[in-house]
């Protein structure tokens, strides 16, 4: 089966752009994560997608980050405006529904590299 | 609130050595554990996990962890490294009270270096 796929795998922008970044999971997964690594810290969880419903959006930065998962399938991340702490990897991952979730563990895609300049 | 330390932000060993990657994690309820690695210009790869049972986990390429709930520990070994073990190794941590996934915590991170 296909993995967790993201795109771009890296993005060099200006500060001020928008950048959208996008995450196709694994097919039939019902739960989707974004994480973040800022550069020499740790992984840090964004939000977590249930379907289509936003089911833990505490990681989130500030109101510049919005998340979508429209019909449930792939979800977008943008960033509008960038700023130059918005630099990181993001990573995207993605596990089958509740029952399974954590007996399966968590698919992680290779994630994007962005980098605002 | 839970929590992952990685003690060591760098691990240098020779080849063929036997290596040990440290974590503690503190957390108020029980948990699921797990390492994954990023090997350069990769994705994050679940090594091993724990959920229950046995204390002593196996994973993939030769590694293996023990869960040590009293030292609240899950340190990941290897018997004897090879130069494709260099890779970022990340603990992580998840609360089971929940049965639906749940979001994970990560560690900082330990990058294991391999010398021949």
């Known amino acids: 089966e296909a993995g967790v796929t993201q795109f771009p795998s890296h993005s060099v922008i200006e500060k001020g752009q928008t950048v959208t970044l996008r995450c196709d999971p694994i097919s039939g997964h019902d739960n989707l994560y974004w994480y973040r690594r800022v550069m020499g810290k740790e992984i840090k969880f964004l939000l977590h997608f249930v379907k289509e419903s936003k089911q833990d959006e505490s990681g989130m930065p500030n109101n510049r980050f919005l998340a979508e998962r429209t019909g449930g399938t792939y979800s977008t991340l943008k960033v509008q405006p960038a700023e130059l702490e918005d630099s990181g990897v993001y990573f995207c991952?993605?596990?089958?529904?509740?029952?399974?979730?954590?007996?399966?563990?968590?698919?992680f895609g290779s994630g994007t590299r962005l980098t605002v300049v | 609130a839970q929590s992952v330390t990685q003690l060591d932000s760098q691990v240098p060993v020779f080849e063929e050595a036997p290596v040990e990657l440290r974590c503690n994690y503190s957390s108020s309820v029980s948990v699921y554990l797990f390492w994954y690695v990023q090997y350069p210009n990769q994705g994050l790869q679940l090594l091993l996990k724990y959920l229950s049972g046995s204390t002593l986990v196996k994973g993939i390429n030769g590694f293996e962890a023990e869960f040590n709930k009293s030292q609240t520990s899950f340190h990941l070994r290897k018997p004897s490294v090879h130069i494709s073990d260099t890779a970022e190794y990340f603990c992580?941590?998840?609360?089971?009270?929940?049965?639906?996934?749940?979001?994970?915590?990560f560690g900082s991170g330990t990058r294991l270096s391999i010398r021949p």
């Open positions: 991952a993605s596990s089958p529904a509740r029952s399974g979730g954590l007996n399966y563990g968590y698919t």
């Open positions: 992580a941590v998840s609360d089971w009270r929940y049965s639906s996934a749940s979001k994970i915590i």
